[in-house]
């Protein structure tokens, strides 16, 4: 048995607002669960929800995970970063080089995400969401490949690679320095059992796997709070 992806949650100061920011940017249907809060529905074969919960904490320092957006001309990157800043995005430096490929912005949150230019090759066979790129150890693209049952895309120098066997981004880790974590994360991932029912046989092999029990101090009812080998906050439905 695995887990299967079911969204990656925003932690932001105003949810429906940055809810409203990303449906412009991938054109994706917003719905507004009672329970879940806004939550944007992919129309493409990205696979997993966009969540946008209330974060008190402010933001503080990079992300650890960032959106890859891919473009099929010049003229298509262009027009996609037109859009972001329409909607409220901005231009941000986190140290890319003049002669990259790729245009770095940050939603209104100041989360930061990259518009990736048509030559790259790596993520050519995927859609407009190119990839979840991530900052993180080898031992953590493992991880998430036995816990989702994705199989690795790429392994090499210590940077790993994920895609569902259905398609869809790729999720990616660089490998080594990461980037210090600073508090909680803004983005985490909320996870399903493949068979719905009692959540507990999958949290156990989760532990198994190398995640560990996180007690936040927050009653989230129906969710058991856990992290992955390098640290990273993840959700499981325990029903």
């Known amino acids: ?28 249907e917003m719905t507004e669960d009672p329970r879940d809060g806004p939550t944007l529905v992919p129309g493409d074969d ?17 992300n650890r995970m960032h959106f890859d957006l891919t473009s099929t001309s010049l003229e298509d990157q262009r027009q996609t970063v037109a859009r972001a800043l329409e909607l409220g995005a901005r231009h941000i430096d986190i140290g890319q080089r003049p002669e990259e490929d790729h245009v770095v912005l940050a939603d209104p949150d100041g989360n930061e ?84 029912g009692d959540g507990q046989p999958e949290i156990d092999r989760l532990l198994s796997l190398g995640a560990t029990r996180l007690d936040t101090g927050q009653d989230e009812p129906g969710w058991m709070m856990m992290a992955d080998p390098d640290g990273n906050e993840f959700r499981v439905a325990k029903v």
């Open 113 to 196: 995400f990259c518009v990736v230019g048509p030559d790259n090759t790596f993520l050519a066979d995927c859609g407009f969401v190119g990839a979840l790129a991530c900052d993180g150890s080898q031992e953590v693209g493992y991880f998430w490949s036995e816990a989702l049952g994705w199989p690795l895309v790429w392994d090499q120098d210590q940077e790993t690679a994920i895609r569902s066997p259905h398609g869809g981004p790729k999720i990616t880790w660089g490998g080594p320095p990461l980037l210090p974590k600073t508090g909680r994360n803004r983005l985490h991932f909320d996870l399903a059992p493949a068979v719905h």
């Open 1 to 28: 048995m695995t887990s299967r992806l079911s969204a990656l949650c925003f932690g932001a100061s105003r949810p429906l607002d940055l809810a409203r920011f990303w449906s412009g940017v991938l054109g994706w």
């Open 46 to 62: 990205t696979g997993f929800s966009l969540r946008f919960l209330p974060a008190q904490e402010p933001k503080v320092g990079q």
